[in-house]
């Protein structure tokens, strides 16, 4: 917990179990929360989530000015005008080999930015946002990209996990969902925390003063980079113990606790 009266000048927020549930809008109360925290600090995105599949959350949570981080931090989105900021990509063979062997059957996939994914085969109905196109796996292999991604069908996100602990791809840092048979990989050195720290040095302020919020794999090192990070009550224990403090779960409105009780 950080000191009485302390308030965040920066909030970091993820999208999936953090502002909203599964394909439900934010809660009203999170709006409220999250539109009168954005009067007093600056609020900002940072999510696995593709710029194509981010702007229905940035709209419904009435973000309209300063930065997005998409896909893990591998592309920065400019919040006003919807343009991509800057991309991080990386040569996918070494990772797609890698992924190969490591999840057979797996449907593999790479971001197109600002149109959506190329795939390798078909994933399940409403995963993906964007323009979906199945292509040779000679053509995602040869295109770089800023992530990569695995659905390992009939699977569980325990089992995928610990084949993932084996993955070895030293030029990818590597995540995996905790709800579905999902793996994510950004070029190495990207992160949401990256990026984060990145915008926080743009508008001055220290990471002491930055508060961010989730619960997934993808969002521990934004949690242990911040001054004050915040589990989601349903996150895994690991997400937990990188957190400074856990809140109540996303379906019981957490994120609008946090921001009621610190702004």
């Known amino acids: 917990m950080r000191p009485p009266g302390w308030q965040p000048r920066l909030i970091a927020l993820d999208v999936d179990g953090t502002t909203i549930h599964q394909h439900a809008p934010p809660s009203d109360r999170v709006v409220a929360a999250v539109r009168a925290a954005a009067e007093r600090a600056v609020v900002m995105i940072c999510t696995g989530r593709t710029v194509i599949g981010v702007g229905a959350v940035l709209d419904e949570l009435g973000l309209a000015s300063g930065t997005t981080v998409c896909s893990n931090g591998a592309v920065v989105l400019d919040t006003a005008t919807r343009s991509v900021k800057a991309v991080r990509t990386f040569d996918p063979a070494k990772a797609f080999a890698a992924l190969r062997e490591t999840f057979p059957g797996a449907h593999l996939g790479s971001e197109h930015v600002g149109v959506g994914q190329r795939v390798t085969e078909p994933f399940p109905d409403g995963i993906l946002a964007g323009v979906v196109t199945v292509v040779p796996e000679e053509e ?8 990569i991604i695995a659905y390992w069908p009939g699977r569980t996100p325990a089992e995928t996990a610990q084949r993932a602990a084996e993955l070895d791809v030293p030029d990818a840092e590597l995540t995996v969902d905790h709800e579905l048979a999902w793996v994510t ?3 190495a050195g990207v992160s949401k925390a990256s990026a984060l720290a990145d915008v926080a040095a ?3 302020i220290a990471r002491e003063d930055v508060l961010a919020a989730g619960d997934g794999d993808n969002d521990r090192a934004m ?3 911040a001054g004050h990070g915040v589990a989601m009550g349903q996150a895994p224990a690991e997400v937990k113990a990188d957190a ?3 809140t109540a779960t996303v379906v019981d409105d957490g994120l609008a606790l946090v921001l009621e009780r610190y702004l």
């Open 244 to 246: 400074d403090e856990v």
């Open 185 to 187: 990989l950004v070029p």
């Open 202 to 204: 743009e508008l001055g």
């Open 140 to 147: 995602l292999v040869a295109l770089p990209t800023p992530k």
């Open 223 to 225: 949690l242990r980079w």
